[in-house]
């Protein structure tokens, strides 16, 4: 099922990108967006070649670009602008949020990473 957002809105003063599809609204925070970038510079080339993203606690999104009618271009205020957020990326995001962002803290502390907290971090449970 192809599924096409009927509104993408960012809240930059909460640090959060509401994504309204038609079945789901999605509350994402910057940080989460940014740890989870489609990007080779997050994902790496191939499998098992993933960058761990760290001290993205405070990063917002600066602009949002429409890419033609499939995906959007997110820039983070760390001048972080390489990966297209595809509508179906951007679903996937929002319906695994939980579950991928319990395996970025994980990561984190396997790695001995401390993360600070942020009044945003409500958005992520």
Known sequence: MKRTPRDIRLHQSSRYLEVKFEDETFKLPCEYLRVHS????????????EI?????EEVN????????QYAVRLIFSDAHNS????????????????????NYLAKLKEGGITRQAQATDHFLC
Do not use: F, N
Not at 38 to 49: N, R
Not at 52 to 56: A, I, P, S, V
């Open 83 to 102: 990966g297209l957020y595809s509508w179906d990326i951007l679903y996937q995001l929002g319906h695994e949020r939980q579950r991928m962002w319990q």
């Open 52 to 56: 761990l993203q760290t001290e993205k």
């Open 61 to 68: 999104i600066v602009a949002i670009e429409p890419v033609g």
């Open 38 to 49: 489609p990007s080779a510079e997050v994902k790496g080339h191939g499998p098992g070649q």
